[in-house]
Nanobody, 121 residues
């Protein structure tokens, strides 16, 4: 019903930048929130940032000031600009959206397959 596909992951040096993208497709009725999560090896998945349909943003404290989330709700695409990355940012990054498929009444969480980000010199 709703599919998410991330792109833009890879290897980046400490202090460098990377931009992730995620496009939602399928029979979408409405998307309320688009967000990014990450999961480092041996750790639980953690929320990083959200961008609401009304334009509100919020961030995990450890990425605030370094990462910027943006979204285009016409294109159903969300981005994560990652600056000043450090090795602790190494993780699989997942795109998430809270959406209602077309023709249905209920909203649900949908996830992308994840994209690996590795910060290393």
């Amino acid at each position: 019903q709703v599919q998410l596909v991330e792109s833009g992951g890879g290897l980046v040096q400490p202090g460098g930048s990377l931009r992730l993208s995620c496009a939602a497709s399928g029979t979408i009725g409405s998307i309320n929130v688009m967000a990014w999560y990450r999961q480092a090896p041996g750790k639980p998945r953690e929320w990083i940032a959200s961008f609401t349909r009304s334009g509100g943003t919020s961030y995990l404290g450890s990425v605030k000031g370094r990462f910027t989330i943006s979204a285009d709700y016409i294109k159903n695409t969300v981005y994560l600009q990652m600056n000043s990355v450090n090795p602790e940012d190494t993780a699989v990054y997942y795109c998430n959206c809270y959406a209602r498929p077309l023709g249905l009444d209920n909203y649900a969480n949908y996830w992308g397959q994840g994209t690996q980000v590795t910060v290393s010199s």
